[in-house]
């Protein structure tokens, strides 16, 4: 059973997929998580604070994703292919990936902002330059395992270059063909109604 905070953060998350943040009420999340609202806003704070912790966990979870394609031994050698995969496939599943990694925060978006003084210590978001540093550093770090020290430098150019073209095809699919392994409709239709 979720704990309070995360079936709030649930709860939080499926009224983003159907209304715009700003028609997001803390007594209807409350509500739909089977707490009270006193407890939402011990946990958050406030809408911000629940904001904030809402798009922290989005990172947070892109960011296990890329870890678990990274640590799948059988991807040594398509690393980057398959980073650049699960990129796209995290990037249209989620609208607050999307915004993380491109930097493109819809007016029906949670705004990203300093980590509330509330109860939590929820650490500051990364931009999407840091957020694609850290993803390529990991990627370096995982897959340069077994290269010599010397191609350490194209490796970290090719998960680079790889991440840069996942995010182009997050952001501008090609509807009709679909990357393997990436459904290219309904997800982009979630984006597009977030802009």
């Excluded at 604070?49 to 892109?62: F, K, M, S, T």
Aim: aromatic share 4%.
């Amino acid at each position: 059973m979720p704990s309070a905070r995360e079936a709030l953060l649930d709860s939080a998350q499926s009224a983003l997929r159907t209304r715009p943040w700003t028609a997001v009420r803390m007594v209807d999340v409350a509500a739909r998580a089977g707490v009270s609202r006193q407890t939402l806003y011990n946990e958050f704070g406030s809408k911000d604070g629940l904001a904030h912790a809402l798009v922290r966990r989005a990172a947070d979870g892109y960011l296990a994703g890329v870890d678990r394609t990274l640590g799948d031994g059988r991807v040594r050698g398509d690393g980057p292919a398959e980073l650049a995969r699960w990129t796209v496939r995290a990037a249209r599943a989620n609208v607050l990936v999307m915004a993380l990694l491109t930097g493109v925060w819809g007016e029906h978006l949670p705004r990203p902002g300093d980590p509330p003084d509330g109860r939590r210590t929820d650490t500051a978001l990364p931009t999407p330059t840091e957020l694609l540093t850290l993803v390529r550093d990991r990627a370096v770090a995982a897959l340069g395992r077994e290269a010599p020290p010397r191609d350490a430098a194209e490796l970290a150019l090719t998960c680079e270059i790889a991440l840069r073209l996942a995010l182009s095809y997050a952001l501008v699919p090609a509807d009709s063909v679909a990357a393997p392994g990436v459904s290219a409709s309904t997800p982009t239709a979630a984006v597009r109604s977030h802009r």
